[in-house]
Structures are given as C-alpha cells and as structure tokens.
C-alpha cells in the first residue's frame, strides 16, 4: 500500500464485548497483502492477522477477523469477545507502510 | 530460535554526536526494515533491505541518516550530527522475501539526544 490511514486515534471496549477497528488504504497495485499488527504497552510488535486482496473471504484467526471491502479500499479489524490482554495499540499495514495506529483500551 | 534482537536498548547522546544502531535479523530473513516511532505515534518507514541493497530508501528523513547490511545480515542505522527531533525509538523487523510475509519485529533502539 502507498497510503494507510487509521483514523481513531483510540478506542474502548467493555471486557467480553466486540469492537471494530477502522482502517482504510490506497494502493496501485493489483495484487497485494494488508496486515493486522498489535503492539503491547512496552512488548514487541506481532502480527494479528493478514488477507490478500485476492481472495474473497475474509481473514479469521480465533477471535480475530477482518472486513475487507476491496472496492471501497477498507481493511476493518473486529475483535470478538475482548479480553484485557487484547489492549494495545493496533496497527493497519500495507507491506512496509503503517498506519499511525489505534489505542485499544479494555475495560474491566 | 532466536528473535530479531536490537542494540543498544537504549542510547542517550548529546547534540550533534554521530550514533549507530544495530540490527540483528532472524537467520534466513533476506528482507530488513528501519522503522522509527515518536513518543505514541506510529511507524515511519526509513528504509529496507533485500539482501544487501536497499531498493527502497525513500524514507530517510535527510541525508544525515544512512544505513548498510553486510553478509545479507546485521544490519546497521547510522545518524549523523544527531538532533533533537531524531529523539525516537528505531524499530528493525525482518522476514522471509515476499510482501505476504509477516514481519518480526525487535524490541527497538530508545534514542534520546539531549
């Protein structure tokens, strides 16, 4: 991706509960991959989940799943069930380009 | 195995002083990449590596910043005449070739000029 914007700059849930994170990109490329990464408050950065552009479904992993609109350029992160251990930041990629990121805070 | 590791963890230096910061990949990982995160921000692109050239370098914010990888492994981020604003933590990741490879990252460089 040439462009990833995030556009809630922070973000709460109720423990249990579901939330949807926003994210959407521009590219000129025809085939492509988008990620999910999670950084946790002063832990390493990992990687959540990936979908290609190519294939119509949509990403899962666990409680983890996308809603990858291509023709709208959307990349939404919904997290099911939230747990405190899913607070972190959260950032949207295309390739070597991040998003500037969404804080997640879970509530008890 | 082991992770991608960063040195130092952290580094506080004084206006001006040149620094380098040093990265060390996941054996096998042909792709590196220099990231650099403000205080809550997200992450800027500097540049990546494919082996040991950089097809991409476009994000080095001036040309007081440079950066080399020898043996298709460590790799080093050299800062020139540091200042103020370059005060961040440097982010390395490194992955297998191909842009559906997921990144691992390091634990980052804290840089602090005073």
């Known amino acids: 991706a040439q462009t990833v914007t995030q556009s809630q700059p922070e973000m709460s849930v109720q423990e249990a509960e579901t939330v949807t994170l926003s994210c959407t990109y521009d590219?000129?490329?025809?085939?492509?991959?988008l990620f999910w990464y999670k950084q946790p408050p002063s832990r390493q950065m990992i990687l959540v989940i990936r979908?290609?552009?190519?294939?119509?479904q949509n990403a899962t992993e666990n409680r983890f799943s996308v809603n990858f609109q291509k023709a709208a350029k959307s990349f939404s992160l919904k997290i099911s069930d939230s747990q405190l251990g899913d607070a972190a930041m959260y950032f949207c990629?295309?390739?070597?380009?991040f998003g500037t990121g969404t804080r997640l805070k879970v509530l008890a | 195995g082991a992770g991608v590791s960063q040195s130092p963890s952290n580094k506080v230096t004084e206006k001006g002083k040149d620094v380098e910061l040093r990265c060390d990949p996941i054996?096998?990982?042909?792709?590196l990449y220099w990231y650099r995160q403000s205080l809550g921000q997200g992450l800027e692109f500097l540049i990546y590596?494919?082996?040991?050239?950089?097809?991409?370098k476009s994000g080095l914010p001036s040309d007081r910043f440079s950066a080399e990888r020898t043996g298709g492994s460590v790799s080093t981020l050299t800062i020139q005449r540091t200042q103020q604003e370059d005060s961040a933590v440097y982010l390395c990741?490194?992955?297998?070739?191909?842009?559906?490879?997921?990144?691992?990252f390091g634990p980052g460089t804290r840089l602090t000029v005073l």
């Open positions: 590596f494919q082996g040991n050239s950089a097809p991409d």
């Open positions: 979908q290609e552009a190519y294939k119509q």
């Open positions: 054996s096998g990982h042909t792709a």
């Open positions: 990629a295309g390739e070597y380009i």
């Open positions: 590219t000129s490329e025809s085939d492509y991959y």
């Open positions: 990741a490194s992955s297998l070739w191909g842009s559906y490879n997921e990144q691992f």
